[in-house]
């Protein structure tokens, strides 16, 4: 491990992925697949390790943001099918070609754009058809049971030269239930899916994939799960809202740590880092610690959050600035440079939830693990030992 450096790092548990994969597993009909999303480097996670692992595990397919991430894919070797969920530029069909990658396509035009390139180079292009079913965001919109224009529209996207569509999917607005109590809404949006693909059957044009679970709706609705199901966040162990905690044992797989870097005391009328936000009125004993917000730590917790210093709380005091910040630790006793301590996640001596984390800063685990960031190398942790470092600055890795 020549290159990893104990400043602030985050530990992530391989095992934890694979019980993870296994509790999704354990949840689908025996014929459904699984379309492991891996995008923004697998949540944050590493997914030069996570793809492989996952891959071995035996996710049926990967789902990625971009082309960059499906090309990311390709050169860890990784030879399953990699679906494109967002926009690609349509002069990139021959690369989609190469690299063997499928592209979702969600409108009329853009599907001529590919088809188009996709000819003037000579080769075809693997696609799914996204449908927006009431998400509002991307894909053809069909929000009314009889709009038979959408349907001539994907129709004619679907015959279109060069094009060969594989799948077809709708993405899922409220099935975390946060403002969708009953699963309503995703009821309806189930509807008009099932019925599009239903019409394009009647016309001939049948899909060998129907998909639309995210986590939340393969934790919720078993029915829902057609030919694929496409989790994210529940392969890394977190829950896609607070409604469907404990739904299903899942292990958070990250753990953010960092360690002291000195101790000191400090005396009343005494501040603390930018703008002097925080006076001391006593003696206090605090704690300088190697992490800001170029590491993704939000500078929101200023004043405000907390980190686990020996199983004990330890205030976060004065402004979180770029590389560093400062705790109060006067009531945690043995506090000394260099030991460790946790910043989200669970260690031998507790647990802060990122859960708790983010709601602290106003925001969502989802946010939390992907904006940790690119200097704060990734730890691989399997069967307790440390099996491998991702290291982004120096770009190694073991
Ligand atoms: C990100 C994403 C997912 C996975 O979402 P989770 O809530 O993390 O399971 C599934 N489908 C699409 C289209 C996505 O963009």
């Not at 679906?83 to 979702?104: E, H, R, V």
């Not at 976060?316 to 009531?331: A, L, N």
């Not at 709601?359 to 904006?371: D, S």
Request: with cysteine; aromatic share 8%; hydrophobic share 40%.
């Amino acid at each position: 491990m020549s290159t990893f450096l104990p400043r602030t790092w985050a530990e992530i548990n391989i095992d934890s992925i694979s019980h993870n994969y296994h509790t999704i597993k354990n949840l689908l009909k025996p014929e459904v697949q699984m379309m492991a999303v891996v995008k923004a480097d697998a949540y944050g996670h590493g997914v030069q390790y996570i793809a492989p692992e996952l891959d071995k595990l035996g996710a049926d397919w990967f789902a990625v943001s971009n082309l960059e991430e499906a090309m990311q894919l390709r050169n860890l070797n990784i030879v399953k099918p990699i679906l494109i969920l967002g926009y690609t530029p349509p002069n990139m069909a021959k690369a989609l070609s190469d690299y063997n990658i499928s592209q979702t396509v969600f409108d009329l035009s853009y599907a001529k754009a590919l088809s188009s390139y996709a000819v003037e180079n000579n080769v075809t292009v693997k696609i799914h058809i996204k449908i927006d079913t009431g998400m509002g965001r991307l894909g053809f919109v069909y929000h009314k049971l009889n709009d038979t224009a959408c349907i001539d529209e994907i129709y004619t996207a679907c015959t279109l030269d060069n094009l060969e569509s594989e799948g077809i999917f709708t993405h899922f607005a409220s099935s975390d239930l946060d403002g969708d109590e009953s699963g309503e809404f995703t009821k309806t949006q189930f509807k008009l899916f099932c019925t599009a693909t239903d019409e394009l059957e009647q016309k001939g044009v049948s899909f060998k994939l129907r998909h639309c679970c995210n986590s939340a709706a393969t934790l919720n609705n078993p029915e829902y799960q057609l030919d694929m199901v496409r989790p994210g966040i529940i392969l890394y162990g977190m829950h896609p809202s607070a409604a469907l905690k404990d739904r299903a044992d899942l292990k958070p797989a990250m753990c953010l740590k960092s360690v002291v870097s000195m101790v000191k005391t400090l005396s009343s009328g005494d501040s603390i880092s930018y703008g002097r936000t925080f006076t001391v009125n006593d003696n206090i004993t605090v704690a300088t610690v190697p992490v800001g917000y170029a590491d993704g730590y939000p500078r929101s917790l200023s004043n405000k959050g907390y980190v686990m210093i020996n199983g004990k709380k330890a205030n976060i005091v004065g402004r979180i600035c770029m590389d560093q910040m400062v705790v109060d630790v006067t009531d945690i006793d043995n506090v000394t440079a260099s030991q460790e301590i946790l910043l989200f996640g669970t260690d031998d001596n507790g647990t802060l939830s990122v859960e708790d984390f983010s709601c602290l800063c106003g925001t969502i685990n989802y946010e939390t693990v992907c904006i940790v960031g690119k200097r704060v190398s990734r730890v691989f942790v399997k069967n307790g030992e440390k099996i491998g470092y991702l290291n982004y600055i120096l770009n190694t890795h073991q």
